[in-house]
């Protein structure tokens, strides 16, 4: 079936990039997301690419896509502390079914 | 929270325990979901609504049974609650027309 990957932990020092990746298996997947949780909150849409795009840049956030390889990574410019989160990436193939991955855990550090 | 109200947000229960949960929309969205986060495992689908009165299991629907009599409400109720359903229970929310999950602020429940 579908699947999501991601590793679990990351750590950064403040004003550095952050590069998290995930890789799926949908080969139909058509829209791919990424979510920011912070400590006892809902998860929160950073922001989502189309499956036709390589990459979409917002602010901070660069999303890239590869998707003969089926990998997605969301980079972080300027880290800050604020930062600190777990960061989900999920696709869906355009149905009712969205697949997210396990979560990795961004910590930043002063 | 994108007009998504979770309710309680946290409950302590006992083993053998009758548990609903609700969920409460103001967007009119069509579909609905009930998910548990657990260390681990991610985000965890136990049921989805695809419309008023109709829902289809998800990959841990053991259970679990849903209801969902009003567009805006969709119940989640844990018949028997066991201390494997001791969870965070998210509650999120789409439309086919936008193809984006919005969540609610999640329900912390303990089964002792």
């Known amino acids: 079936g579908e699947d999501v990957e991601q590793s679990l932990f990351l750590s950064v020092r403040e004003g550095d990039s952050s590069v998290i990746n995930c890789t799926y298996t949908?080969?139909?997947?058509?829209?791919l997301y990424w979510y920011k949780q912070e400590p006892g909150a809902g998860l929160q849409l950073l922001t989502y690419?189309?499956?036709?795009?390589d990459m979409k840049q917002d602010q901070r956030l660069t999303v890239l896509l590869n998707k003969k390889d089926k990998h997605l990574s969301l980079r972080i410019a300027d880290t800050q502390t604020g930062d600190s989160a777990i960061y989900f990436c999920?696709?869906?193939?355009?149905?009712?079914?969205?697949?997210f991955g396990t979560g990795t855990r961004l910590k930043v550090l002063a | 929270d994108a007009g998504i109200t979770q309710s309680p947000r946290h409950k302590v229960t006992e083993t053998g325990t009758p548990v609903t949960l609700r969920c409460h929309q103001t967007?009119?969205?069509?579909?609905m979901y009930w998910y548990r986060q657990d260390p681990g495992h991610g985000l965890r689908l136990i049921h989805y609504?695809?419309?008023?009165?109709?829902?289809d299991k998800g990959e841990v629907s053991d259970g679990y049974s849903v209801s969902r009599s009003k567009t805006e409400d969709f119940l989640l109720t844990l018949e028997s609650a066991t201390s494997s359903q001791t969870s965070v229970y998210f509650c999120?929310?789409?439309?086919?027309?936008?193809?984006?999950?919005?969540f609610g602020a999640g329900t912390r429940l303990s089964v002792l």
């Open positions: 999120a929310i789409s439309d086919p027309t936008e193809n984006i999950q919005y």
């Open positions: 949908d080969s139909s997947s058509t829209y």
């Open positions: 690419i189309f499956s036709n795009m």
């Open positions: 999920a696709e869906t193939s355009g149905t009712y079914k969205y697949i």
């Open positions: 967007e009119n969205h069509r579909y």
């Open positions: 609504s695809y419309g008023v009165k109709d829902t």
